[in-house]
Every structure is written in structure tokens, then in C-alpha cells.
């Protein structure tokens, strides 16, 4: 018989009992003041999925209902949509059966079911050592991360990469005055009213999710010195025509952010190169996070021959047989 639950309630730090006996775990929303705290778990990953980052978390809790509590010494994040959903535990892998347990406990006594939303395969295999034959996984390509290698990407050498180069050399020739800046104090605001533009010459404002993701790329402007963010432009006849923001994550730059005006050929292809050629010299590899289903995104994505994917997936438990609920 598989036995799912603990065998004793569980009271360490942040869980306490309320009036009905139930556990309570004290949630939140992630503020910029929690960095500190947020980062002694997440550094503790060793994972180079781009989702969670203490930028990409802050970032993104603005515009979605997500909260986080610590929970048998591991961050816990609580996503509220249509279901309640949880990322998988962050901390200390000798935690996570503890936390699992606990959180086990916290959905049954509110009859939530227990599901994990983002989970690696290398998350998954964890849960499956811990809990054998519990929990299933369905992965979802469109959520896949796309991952390369950066050397590879800073010097688009190879006959795999002809038709790159061959795009780079003729924007080089286009436009000779061009220049790769890192963002600083002084061109911010430049890549700021760019992206506003940008914003509004790609209809934003009548598509919800494009608007968001808008409002979050003006905010990693905005807080690029408090979030530790890397970020480079690449300007042609004294303007910014493409940006670029990510950061190091252990051996892989995360490439969060970017944008570049679509009249400008070639201006992609340049700012994706220069970025990597010149802020992750120390990165063995570069996520460029998802293509969200997008056609065009995938194809282009796939272009630049990611060494490896990252799937991830929705983990839920496996319904028990009549036989197992009577053992």
C-alpha cells in the first residue's frame, strides 16, 4: 500500500495551528525586500530553467496571483488561477520530503488537490525517488526551455550557421556606424522610450499578454540595478534599434528580455550575438527561454540549435484504485 501521508503533524518556522486545528502556512507576495531571503533558496537549484529567478518572480508576481511561504525550511510558491498549483519546493533536496509531506497535509485539510506546475524532468525524477508510483507528469512543448551553447551562439561559426552570419555581415555593411553599449545610467532611458515604441508599433495595447509582458520588460529597465540584471543595446545613426536584458544563473545567462525594431534587418540576429559575445564570456550555456507555442518564435529558436530542451510539466497525483483506498 503506498502510505501519501506523514505520519505527525508538522510545526517548525512559519507553520502554526488556527482555531480549526488547521495547518497554516503564512503566504506572500514576493517583494524586492525578500530577495535575500528568496535567494539562500533558489541559489540552492541546481537547474537552468529561466523560471525561477528572483527577477523573473518579482517581475511576474505583478501581474499574476502568486505568493510564496517557507515551508520545512524551502520556498513554496503558490500560483491561484483556475486551480491552485504549486512550483516545486526550492531549497535543500534533503527537505523535500518533509516539505512535500507538509504540503500534503495544508491541501487536504482545504480538499485541494496537490499539483506541481513548471516541473523539470530532473524535478520530476526527485519527487519519484522520494514518493515511488505517487505522482504523474505531462510535459508541455510549448513551455519548453530552448538551451545552446554560447560559444557557439557568440561566434556563429560552422556551416550551421552560414545563413546567421551571412545576416550579421550584411547588417554590419548596412549600417557601418553601428555600436553594442551595456546598459547603464547613462543610455537606460534611451532602451525605455525604444521599448515604448516598440510597444506601440506591435498593437500591445489590444493583446493582454503581450501588454504584460511589455510591463514587465519596462520594469527590468526600470529596476535594472536593483535586480543585478545584465543589459546590452546596439544603436545605428545615434539611436537604440535593440536591447537586450538577462542574467547569470550558476554556468547559463538566462536571456530574459528582447526587443529590436523589426524594420531594422538583421537587428535581432545582431543584438542575440553581441549580447552573448560580450556579457556571457563566463557561461558555458545561454537560455532563451520558450517559444510559448509561437510558430515563428519556434522556428526561429530551433534556427539557432539549442544544444538541449528543458522540458517542464504539470505534476499531479495518481488516483487510487478501489483496491488501494480499502487497504
Known sequence: MRNFWPKAALTRNFITKNRKDFMEIEFKRTELSDREKLNHYLNKQNSRSCE????????WSRHYPMEFGILEDMAVFKTIG?????????????????????LTVWCAERGLPLAFHSVTEEQFAMLEEEFPGRFQVEYFRDEADYVYDREKLATLSGKKYHGKKNHLNKFFRTYPDWSYERIIDENVEECFQMALDWRNANGCEDDPEKNQEMCVTLNYLRLLKELEMRGGLIRT????????????????????????YADVEGAYTVINQQFVLHEAGDCQYVNREDDTGDEGLRKAKESYRPVFMIQKGIVTEKEQTTEERNE
Not at 52 to 59: Q, R, V
Open 52 to 59: 525561477y529567478t528572483f527577477a523573473n518572480i518579482y517581475l
Open 82 to 102: 483556475e486551480e491552485t498549483m504549486y512550483a516545486f519546493p526550492m531549497g535543500d533536496r534533503k527537505n523535500l520530503h518533509a516539505c512535500v509531506d507538509a
Open 237 to 260: 545613426g545615434g539611436r537604440v534599434v535593440a536591447f537586450s536584458i538577462g542574467e547569470q544563473v550558476g554556468d547559463t545567462m538566462m536571456v530574459h528580455i528582447e526587443k529590436a
